[in-house]
T-cell receptor, first 118, second 112 residues
């Protein structure tokens, strides 16, 4: 159990376009989902925390108008990169915490989405 | 605030040899510690976690880690590595907030 999927797994787009990435918890409900960004050979950096039915909480330095997060249900969160530019190219990973899970509860990670902006 | 330091960015080791990947943390509150593995172009998979109780934690794929509060460490060990263990390993800590703090990762390369 505790499977998280992401779609698409990779995407190539032109500069200036918007890209939507979906994160789904397949076999559990998640009140909280997290979006991370990972540059090559680097660690994961938390971008934002997404709570179902409320606005996302963004980490310092992350542009909320550029990285739109929607958590419409207990099993789905989306990240939209608006007006993407080459510097937005990265590996985006989501994670989810089970409904009722406390802060010490494991986060279950999706397989990641590789974004390349040309 | 919490932080994690992984002391070794790259660890080469021969197949069937033992390995230890080091992780040190800093925190002013009780912590919960995790080790994750990432294979190329994939997300993170949980290896093991320490929440409370026994300081020696056993995980999947033959890995184990020991929580040492006095040394603020959570080193990952495996007595005999396989080629398939070649991957990136991340240590992470969480406290009373939502955020996981990840180390910079250790690239384990198993040499045949």
């Amino acid at each position: 159990g505790a499977v998280v999927s992401q779609h698409p797994s990779w995407v190539i787009c032109k500069s200036g376009t918007s890209v939507k990435i979906e994160c789904r918890s397949l076999d559990f409900q998640a009140t909280t989902m997290f979006w991370y960004r990972q540059f090559p050979k680097q660690s994961l950096m938390l971008m934002a925390t997404s709570n179902e039915g409320s606005k996302a909480t963004y980490e310092q330095g992350v542009e909320k108008d550029k990285f739109l997060i929607n958590h419409a249900s207990l099993t789905l969160s989306t990240l939209t990169v608006t007006s993407a530019h080459p510097e937005d190219s990265s590996f985006y990973i989501c994670s989810a915490r089970k409904l009722g899970g406390g802060f010490q509860e494991t986060q279950y990670f999706g397989p990641g989405t590789r974004l390349l902006v040309l | 605030a919490q932080s994690v330091t992984q002391l070794d960015s790259q660890v080469p080791v021969f197949e069937e040899a033992p390995v230890e990947l080091r992780c040190n943390y800093s925190s002013s509150v009780s912590v919960y510690l995790f080790w994750y593995v990432q294979y190329p172009n994939q997300g993170l998979q949980l290896l093991l976690k320490y929440l409370s109780g026994s300081t020696l934690v056993k995980g999947i794929n033959g890995f184990e880690a020991e929580f040492n509060k006095s040394q603020t460490s959570f080193h990952l060990r495996k007595p005999s590595v396989h080629i398939s263990d070649t991957a990136e390993y991340f240590c992470a800590v969480s406290g009373t907030g939502n955020q996981f703090y990840f180390g910079t990762g250790t690239s384990l390369t198993v040499i045949p």
